[in-house]
C-alpha cells in the first residue's frame, strides 16, 4: 500500500525555519516527481514546490529564495526546508507523489505566529 507521511510541522515564529520531511513507501518513488502543496481554510491546494525524478526543481514566487525541497532517493524521502518564515505561510502542508497518477499525505500543519 502507498503511504506518504509528513513530520516537521509545528509552530514557528516569523523569520524563523522549520524541516519538513516526507517518507514514503509501498513502492519505488525514485521515477515519480514528489512535491509539496499547502492548504489554508477555505482556499483551493497550491503548489509550493516539486522536485522530479532528475532533480530539477520548481517553486511557487511567493516562496522562491526562501524555501527549498529536495529528496534522498535511497531514503524514499522528500524534504522541504522553510526559512524566513512569513505568518502567511501558515497552512497545512502535504506531500504529493505524482506518475500518471497522484499520491498523498495526510498533512502537516505549519504556524508561523509570534
Known amino acids: 500500500q502507498v503511504q506518504l507521511v509528513e513530520t516537521g510541522g509545528g509552530l514557528v515564529q516569523p523569520g524563523g525555519s522549520l524541516r519538513l520531511s516526507c517518507a514514503a513507501s509501498g513502492t519505488s518513488f525514485t521515477i515519480y516527481t514528489m512535491g509539496w502543496y499547502r492548504q489554508t481554510p477555505g482556499k483551493e491546494r497550491e503548489l509550493v514546490a516539486t522536485i522530479t525524478s532528475g532533480g530539477s526543481t520548481n517553486y511557487a514566487d511567493s516562496v522562491k529564495g526562501r524555501f527549498t525541497v529536495s529528496r534522498d532517493k535511497n531514503k524514499n524521502t522528500v524534504y522541504l526546508y522553510m526559512n524566513n518564515l512569513k505568518p502567511e505561510d501558515t497552512a497545512v502542508y502535504y506531500c504529493?507523489?505524482?506518475?500518471?497518477?497522484?499520491?498523498w499525505g495526510k498533512g502537516t500543519l505549519v504556524t508561523v505566529s509570534s
Open positions: 504529493n507523489a505524482r506518475r500518471f497518477v497522484d499520491y
